[in-house]
Nanobody
Framework: QVQLVESGGGLVQTGDSLRLSCAAS????????MGWFRQAPGKEREFVAA????????YYADSVKGRFTISRDNAKNTLYLQMNSLKPEDTAVYYC????????????????WGQGTQVTVSS
């Protein structure tokens, strides 16, 4: 079983940056594709970014492309999301998740989820 714990959220102003972390425990996730999702109040959860097991291939939602960067450190069993040029519409609870496959599959579900971390961007 894998446990995922996000951290790094907070209250920032428009244009600021934040770096989210997702620490995995229970077993190594180095062979798993991983992703970030977010859910704003009253909205459905949406895909933000994903990364293959080795970190070489990354995928982004159009809304964050060029502003957010997903990365991972398999030695630390940790996933990251660097968020720059934040906008009020980025306000949401951010979740990390893992797929039990090494290569990101946009049509497959995720097997493990974290509890989320709140990001609030004020205008």
């Amino acid at each position: 079983q894998v446990q995922l714990v996000e951290s790094g959220g907070g209250l920032v102003q428009t244009g600021d940056s934040l770096r989210l972390s997702c620490a995995a425990s229970g077993r190594t996730v180095s062979s798993y594709a991983m992703g970030w999702f977010r859910q704003a109040p009253g909205k459905e959860r949406e895909f933000v970014a994903a990364i293959n097991w080795g970190g070489r291939n990354t995928y982004y939602a159009d809304s964050v492309k060029g502003r957010f960067t997903i990365s991972r450190d398999n030695a630390k069993n940790t996933l990251y999301l660097q968020m720059n040029s934040l906008k009020p519409e980025d306000t949401a609870v951010y979740y990390c998740a893992a797929q039990r496959t090494p290569y990101y599959d946009r049509d497959a579900g995720y097997d493990y989820w974290g509890q989320g971390t709140q990001v609030t961007v004020s205008s």
